[in-house]
């Protein structure tokens, strides 16, 4: 019994009906007449509300629900959820449908309206954007059902306690690396940049067309064939490519909901993938008072899922970096030249130069490239007019801060560090490109 008035839940309507039963006895001590007309009325809606409750639950099964979700989130994407539903009732219902999704979403007012016809389906779509990787657990898929007679509701409950991972932006790794195989990569703004200079990498004899260096002319080949012959020349391979994650308080930070680590990490798997893709090869080492882990650069089919895993599991730190451990892990550990690209954030011209010793011996053995973050917060602060003195002030300190960021980059450029200052959610974009270009240059 107890099963059963947990499931059983009363409709506005009903409420409406003895509201108006109600005032109708009231008026009956006035008007005597209308008192036979409010008893038959209680007594029918009565039956009506009886008949409602054993329509809804005479069948154990009148409606069937499940949820289909991802087998682990990408973080910072839209992700799919579907539900799908089938009425086995011999009549149409009305579905009020409430699935919990999990708290990390605070959505306190995913609610479904629809109609099913009898013995027929419906499948629905909602996405849900996570900004954390972790585990996410729904609750249960919750269906009230509502008859014809529109009294009563019957709820059902399907699906609960189902625990889905959330892991780094493995949709926008896939998207990119779809969009480089189909040499599409200009649609999500990455450069087409031009080749500099001449590689050793030798990979066919080919018949001259306009356009190609006259500097590369084979003549033996040319002589042979009786045609214009030139040498075909490649980008070098298997060059190690590492990204450098910084977890330390600094990358805390949150931008549209997601932290400059996420933000970083996202970057990093897309990165790896293409460093592979492109025949490099692709590593990770996180850091924070120690190193953390590191995944030594390979081009492994099962490298990309090894990545992905390491960073899942990352936190950030709240404690400051120590780029002298790191400086010492890495002359340790790699041993051939590398393309180091460091994510961290400094946000001023002193914490810079605290670590800069440890980033010109980086670059002496290595190519480093620092990647650290603009404060987009401040575009609305500068570009808004002051009012107030105390504006003023608040823009001043504003653009102080702004100025300190692009100072920074001019500093590690002096000592010969290449770094890009770029907005979170620009921050996968600009460092494929910076990746494309310095390969283009023969620089890794």
């Given at each position: 019994?107890?099963?059963?008035?947990?499931?059983?839940?009363?409709?506005?309507?009903?409420?409406?009906?003895?509201?108006?039963?109600?005032?109708?006895?009231?008026?009956?001590?006035?008007?005597?007449?209308?008192?036979?007309?409010?008893?038959?009325?209680?007594?029918?809606?009565?039956?009506?509300?009886?008949?409602?409750?054993?329509?809804?639950?005479?069948?154990?099964?009148?409606?069937?629900?499940?949820?289909?979700?991802?087998?682990?989130?990408?973080?910072?994407?839209?992700?799919?959820?579907?539900?799908?539903?089938?009425?086995?009732?011999?009549?149409?219902?009305?579905?009020?449908?409430?699935?919990?999704?999990?708290?990390?979403?605070?959505?306190?007012?995913?609610?479904?309206?629809?109609?099913?016809?009898?013995?027929?389906?419906?499948?629905?779509?909602?996405?849900?954007?996570?900004?954390?990787?972790?585990?996410?657990?729904?609750?249960?898929?919750?269906?009230?059902?509502?008859?014809?007679?529109g009294l009563a509701k019957r709820r059902y409950q399907f699906n609960a306690d189902e625990v889905v991972p959330t892991y780094p932006s493995y949709m926008q790794m896939r998207k990119y690396?779809?969009?480089?195989?189909?040499?599409?990569?200009?649609?999500?703004?990455?450069?087409?940049?031009?080749?500099?200079?001449?590689?050793?990498?030798?990979?066919?004899?080919?018949?001259?067309?306009?356009?190609?260096?006259?500097?590369?002319?084979?003549?033996?080949?040319?002589?042979?064939?009786?045609?214009?012959?030139?040498?075909?020349?490649?980008?070098?391979?298997?060059?190690?490519?590492?990204?450098?994650?910084?977890?330390?308080?600094?990358?805390?930070?949150?931008?549209?909901?997601?932290?400059?680590?996420?933000?970083?990490?996202?970057a990093s798997l897309v990165l790896s993938n293409i460093a592979i893709y492109k025949q490099d090869k692709g590593g990770v080492i996180t850091f924070s008072k120690k190193v953390n882990s590191?995944?030594?650069?390979?081009?492994?089919?099962?490298?990309?899922?090894?990545?992905?895993?390491?960073?899942?599991?990352?936190?950030?730190?709240?404690?400051?970096?120590?780029?002298?451990?790191?400086?010492?892990?890495?002359?340790?550990?790699?041993?051939?030249?590398?393309?180091?690209?460091?994510?961290?954030?400094?946000?001023?011209?002193?914490?810079?130069?605290?670590?800069?010793?440890?980033?010109?011996?980086?670059?002496?053995?290595?190519?480093?490239?620092?990647?650290?973050?603009?404060?987009?917060?401040?575009?609305?602060?500068?570009?808004?007019?002051?009012?107030?003195?105390?504006?003023?002030?608040?823009?001043?300190?504003?653009?102080?801060?702004?100025?300190?960021?692009?100072?920074?980059?001019?500093?590690?450029?002096?000592?010969?560090?290449?770094?890009?200052?770029?907005?979170?959610?620009?921050?996968?974009?600009?460092?494929?490109?910076?990746?494309?270009?310095?390969?283009?240059?023969?620089?890794?």
């Amino acid at each position: 019994m107890t099963e059963f008035f947990k499931k059983l839940y009363l409709r506005p309507r009903l409420f409406i009906l003895l509201g108006i039963d109600a005032s109708m006895f009231i008026l009956a001590y006035l008007f005597p007449v209308l008192l036979p007309l409010a008893k038959v009325a209680l007594l029918m809606i009565s039956i009506f509300f009886l008949l409602d409750i054993f329509i809804l639950f005479k069948s154990k099964e009148g409606i069937s629900a499940s949820r289909k979700t991802p087998d682990k989130f990408s973080n910072g994407d839209q992700n799919p959820v579907y539900l799908f539903i089938e009425n086995y009732y011999g009549f149409q219902v009305d579905l009020e449908i409430i699935d919990e999704v999990p708290l990390q979403f605070q959505l306190r007012d995913l609610l479904f309206k629809l109609k099913i016809p009898k013995e027929e389906k419906r499948d629905l779509k909602y996405l849900l954007k996570p900004v954390e990787r972790g585990e996410y657990e729904f609750g249960a898929l919750n269906i009230y059902v509502s008859g014809f007679l529109g009294l009563a509701k019957r709820r059902y409950q399907f699906n609960a306690d189902e625990v889905v991972p959330t892991y780094p932006s493995y949709m926008q790794m896939r998207k990119y690396q779809l969009m480089a195989i189909s040499n599409r990569l200009t649609e999500v703004g990455v450069k087409k940049i031009r080749r500099l200079g001449h590689t050793t990498e030798f990979e066919q004899i080919k018949e001259y067309v306009r356009g190609d260096d006259y500097r590369t002319v084979n003549w033996k080949a040319t002589a042979r064939s009786g045609k214009l012959m030139v040498n075909q020349y490649i980008d070098e391979k298997a060059q190690n490519v590492y990204c450098l994650v910084d977890k330390s308080r600094v990358m805390k930070m949150p931008f549209e909901g997601m932290t400059l680590l996420d933000y970083a990490i996202n970057a990093s798997l897309v990165l790896s993938n293409i460093a592979i893709y492109k025949q490099d090869k692709g590593g990770v080492i996180t850091f924070s008072k120690k190193v953390n882990s590191c995944v030594p650069a390979s081009s492994k089919v099962t490298q990309m899922n090894l990545i992905m895993e390491v960073l899942y599991k990352e936190k950030t730190r709240f404690l400051e970096s120590d780029y002298a451990r790191l400086y010492a892990f890495i002359k340790r550990k790699i041993s051939h030249r590398s393309l180091l690209i460091l994510f961290t954030n400094f946000e001023s011209v002193t914490a810079m130069r605290r670590q800069l010793p440890y980033l010109k011996k980086l670059s002496k053995q290595h190519l480093l490239l620092v990647i650290f973050f603009e404060n987009t917060e401040l575009r609305e602060l500068l570009e808004s007019t002051p009012e107030k003195t105390e504006d003023i002030y608040i823009k001043t300190i504003g653009e102080n801060f702004s100025f300190e960021k692009k100072q920074i980059v001019r500093e590690l450029e002096q000592h010969g560090i290449i770094s890009i200052l770029t907005p979170p959610s620009q921050l996968t974009v600009n460092t494929v490109n910076k990746y494309l270009e310095l390969k283009s240059r023969g620089m890794i």
